[in-house]
């Protein structure tokens, strides 16, 4: 399974970037998929999954501010990410049945 995050970038502090997955080798509405992040110091986190059914779930910090979404024609799942806050700072990775793809760098500016 290969995965590919890309969207990431510089973005001020209220402002909206929307992430790219694209996934081979696996089809990513068979089992469920995530976005996780991991901020400068800290440990790796949960942001969003969406499961086979759709159902999502997020982090706390982020509900209401962010949408994971899956195309499933595309193989790709995408998280919209609206009113950015510098803490939102991080790698974002994209993951599938234990399978990490390369992360995405997203830099909010206060």
């Known amino acids: 399974v290969q995965l590919q995050a890309s969207g990431g970038g510089l973005v001020e502090a209220g402002g909206s970037l929307k992430l790219s997955c694209s996934a081979s080798g696996s089809s990513l509405k068979v089992n469920y998929a995530a976005w996780y992040r991991q901020r400068p110091g800290e440990e790796r986190e949960l942001v969003a999954v969406?499961?086979?059914?759709?159902?999502?779930n997020y982090a706390e910090s982020v509900k209401g501010r962010f949408t994971i979404s899956r195309h499933n024609a595309d193989n790709t799942m995408y998280l919209q990410m609206n009113g950015l806050k510098p803490e939102d700072t991080a790698v974002y990775y994209c993951?599938?049945?234990?399978?990490w793809g390369r992360g995405t760098l997203v830099t909010v500016s206060s």
């Open positions: 969406i499961d086979k059914d759709d159902k999502t």
């Open positions: 993951n599938h049945l234990g399978w």
